[in-house]
């Protein structure tokens, strides 16, 4: 297995402009490429220096795709703080499609199989994006996921849901479930590639990138795919031990 490449950057514009050129790249490589992409605080200003270029004319999404790798549940599709309302907000781009799972399912398990079958049906991610949560979930595999875990409801952990009082308005506005796709359709991905900012993200980065693979930390079994690249910022990279540093390019 070739190691996960590990890109660090100075700062959250280099991390956002390094993050676009890889977004690019996979759709110059193939214009109607499936991308999944997340939400949440860092991938922010990524989707910003997308629609930059977009609106430049560097680059065309109008034959791509998108798909959320997860949704809140028990929720609405105008409810502030959904992923349905972060993409309205955060993601401009004129895509081909873009594909989220309502958070208002009445069946959320079912909704969340039909939507990963969906994704199957059209052939998979090309690039499957990703950010990591300060309990190393990915998307809304919470510790304990197994490598194989299926799309499915979750419960969410305390601190997922704390991290998003703010934009639900209150902690207990935050729903207690959501949907997501499991480890098992991230990993059927063509190539990932993981974001992280910030010191509060160091100690878990390191974990997922040098400690075993195990469902504690859902982001290390990004260690068993063939094409993991990390771009993170020098606090994140913070607690790297190994030789997990390169030069800066
Ligand atoms: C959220 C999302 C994840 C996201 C993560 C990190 O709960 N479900 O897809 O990557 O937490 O979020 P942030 O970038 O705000 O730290």
Not at 36 to 49: A, C, F, K, N, V
Not at 51 to 68: H, M, P
Not at 90 to 110: F, Q, Y
Not at 116 to 138: K, S
């Amino acid at each position: 297995m070739p190691p996960m490449r590990i890109e660090i950057v100075p700062d959250d514009a280099t991390l956002a402009s390094r993050a676009a050129d890889a977004i690019c790249e996979a759709v110059r490589q193939k214009p109607d490429a499936a991308l999944g992409l997340p939400t949440g605080h860092t991938p922010i200003l990524t989707y910003r220096e997308l629609q930059l270029r977009q609106d430049a004319g560097e680059i065309s999404f109008a034959r791509a795709t998108a798909w959320a790798i997860d949704e809140f549940a028990d929720a609405t599709r105008t409810t502030p703080g959904t992923n349905t309302v972060f993409y309205r907000e955060h993601l401009r781009l004129n895509l081909g499609a873009l594909h989220v799972p309502n958070p208002g399912a009445a069946g959320p398990t079912e909704h969340i199989r039909a939507f990963a079958d969906a994704l199957r049906r059209a052939g998979g991610l090309d690039l499957c994006v990703l950010g990591i949560g300060r309990n190393g979930h990915v998307a809304f595999n919470e510790p304990g996921s197994p490598v194989d875990a299926p799309a499915r409801v979750v419960n969410l952990k305390a601190v997922s849901r704390a991290a998003h009082a703010a934009t639900f308005g209150s902690l207990g506005r935050v729903p207690h479930r959501g949907m997501t796709l499991g480890m098992a359709d991230i990993l059927e991905a063509r190539k990932i590639l993981v974001l992280a900012h910030g010191a509060h993200k160091a100690t878990v980065v390191a974990a997922a990138i040098e400690g075993p693979q195990t469902a504690d930390i859902p982001a290390s079994w990004l260690q068993v795919h063939d094409d993991v690249t990390w771009i993170i910022d020098d606090a994140a990279a913070s607690a790297l031990t190994r030789n997990a540093k390169q030069p800066r390019g």
